[in-house]
């Protein structure tokens, strides 16, 4: 199969109001270019490096998202055309984000990771840290970002019961910060392997890489 053949296989089962993100990281710009040319405009990259040199290899009109954990001194190489930083777990990054934001004049759209997995390590808050964050004085203060939604990942397993009842709980703190956060549209969750059950689970957008574009090493 082909980047273009699953590509568009995968989009003929997404719902319209399902936003994919195409999932590139590792891949060589002809593979995203092939994406490209079938008419994907959204890719996810997880290093931020990597991204900027596929943001000048590549025609203007992509929306970069960055998915992957974000190091606070590489802010500044994403920060004049990144669309969507998915993985912002700290105030302490969301005013760096802020900072390099507004040195580039721009606005940028973040959302806040949840843990939401069983798993030690994958990164992320809990509820009562999210609350925290969005209530605090020093997020009021920062106009040059704008928080849009949440992201998680579910435990790594094949327990299809343990990934519902993850997404589910990711689904209801989304619901319950949206009544007071009228900014809250987006909530990121499902990749290759879980995102038919993410998109039961209330999924506005899924990060799908392998089922695209192959396995990576
Ligand atoms: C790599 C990655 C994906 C895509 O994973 P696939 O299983 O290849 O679809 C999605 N989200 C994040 C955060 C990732 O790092």
Not at 106 to 133: N, P, V
Not at 149 to 178: N, P, R, V, W, Y
């Amino acid at each position: 199969m082909s980047v273009k053949n699953n590509l568009l296989q995968i989009k003929s089962t997404l719902p319209e109001h399902i936003n994919l993100v195409a999932v590139s990281k590792t891949k060589p710009v002809s593979d995203l270019m092939e994406g490209y040319e079938a008419g994907q405009r959204i890719f996810g990259e997880n290093k931020i490096q990597e991204m900027a040199e596929k943001w000048e290899q590549m025609p203007k009109d992509i929306q970069w998202h960055m998915i992957g954990h974000v190091q606070s001194n590489k802010v500044k190489f994403m920060a004049p055309f990144v669309s969507l930083i998915h993985g912002v777990d700290s105030l302490k990054l969301l005013q760096e984000i802020n900072k390099q934001a507004l040195k580039s004049n721009r606005i940028i759209d973040c959302l806040l990771q949840m843990h939401i997995a069983e798993e030690e390590t994958k990164f992320g808050l809990d509820q009562e840290e999210l609350a925290s964050i969005l209530s605090s004085n020093e997020f009021q203060e920062l106009k040059n970002i704008r928080i849009v939604g949440l992201m998680g990942m579910a435990t790594f397993t094949d327990k299809k019961d343990q990934i519902k009842k993850e997404f589910t709980h990711l689904k209801s703190i989304f619901d319950q910060f949206k009544i007071h956060n009228s900014q809250f549209t987006i909530l990121s969750m499902g990749m290759s392997g879980d995102y038919q059950l993410a998109i039961e689970c209330g999924s506005t957008m899924v990060r799908i890489g392998s089922s695209i574009f192959g396995g990576r090493n």
